[in-house]
T-cell receptor
Framework: GQQVMQIPQYQHVQEGEDFTTYCNSS?????IQWYKQRPGGHPVFLIQ?????EVKKQKRLTFQFGEAKKNSSLHITATQTTDVGTYFC?????????FGAGTRLTVKP | NAGVTQTPKFQVLKTGQSMTLQCAQD?????MYWYRQDPGMGLRLIYY???????DKGEVPNGYNVSRLNKREFSLRLESAAPSQTSVYFC???????????FGSGTRLTVV
């Protein structure tokens, strides 16, 4: 089964509002990755977090890795219509990465 | 810079037919993966190859076989297709295990 759980499953926001998705694991993760999949497209790698308490920013996107390395979050400030898509987190499991079910973001202009 | 190339992009099969999905990467990556994506289920790993010459089962391997033909190519075979295998299939590669994945554009397979 899935190694990481994501919430919420869906999020609908007005353009300009903020958005956050959360990823949780019952076990300590050596790293966590985030991906974005546009509607009809394929997942695209965004970032990997490795250190406890790590925070990384990519323009309006802020990624955090929890102190206990069991949870992570992706926060988007002032959403735009280009942010539409499904955001996945992925945690390592043996030799591969196991993906959460994703958070589907829709943005109303 | 083609990245990860999957063929075909679309396929319709009849129950019981067989087919092979092809995947090739040009990034000199060591590890390759096959995932399937179903609505509400996220991405589930079918098989992976951590390095050339090795393959291992993932979460949902039943009904599938794989071949790591060389470092570049990793194929997925359905020996006797079933309607439950209707899905979108993604191939991915990474420089090594636990590194970020590069995905192909996917194969949309329908089994009727």
């Amino acid at each position: 089964g899935q190694q990481v759980m994501q919430i919420p499953q869906y999020q609908h926001v007005q353009e300009g509002e903020d958005f956050t998705t959360y990823c949780n694991s019952s076990t300590t993760l050596s790293n966590i990755q985030w991906y974005k999949q546009r509607p009809g497209g394929h997942p695209v790698f965004l970032i990997q977090l490795v250190k406890s308490g790590e925070v990384k920013k990519q323009k309006r996107l802020t990624f955090q890795f929890g102190e206990a390395k069991k949870n992570s979050s992706l926060h988007i400030t002032a959403t735009q219509t280009t942010d539409v898509g499904t955001y996945f987190c992925a945690g390592p499991y043996r030799d591969d990465m196991r993906f959460g079910a994703g958070t589907r973001l829709t943005v109303k202009p | 810079n083609a990245g990860v190339t999957q063929t075909p992009k679309f396929q319709v099969l009849k129950t019981g037919q067989s087919m092979t999905l092809q995947c090739a990467q040009d990034m000199n990556h060591n590890s390759m993966y096959w995932y399937r994506q179903d609505p509400g289920m996220g991405l589930r790993l079918i098989y992976y190859s951590a390095s050339e010459g090795t393959t291992d089962k993932g979460e949902v391997p039943n009904g599938y076989n794989v071949s790591r033909l060389n470092k570049r190519e990793f194929s997925l075979r359905l020996e006797s297709a079933a309607p439950s295998q209707t899905s979108v299939y993604f191939c991915a590669s990474s420089e090594r295990i636990n590194y970020g994945y590069t995905f192909g554009s996917g194969t949309r397979l329908t089994v009727v």
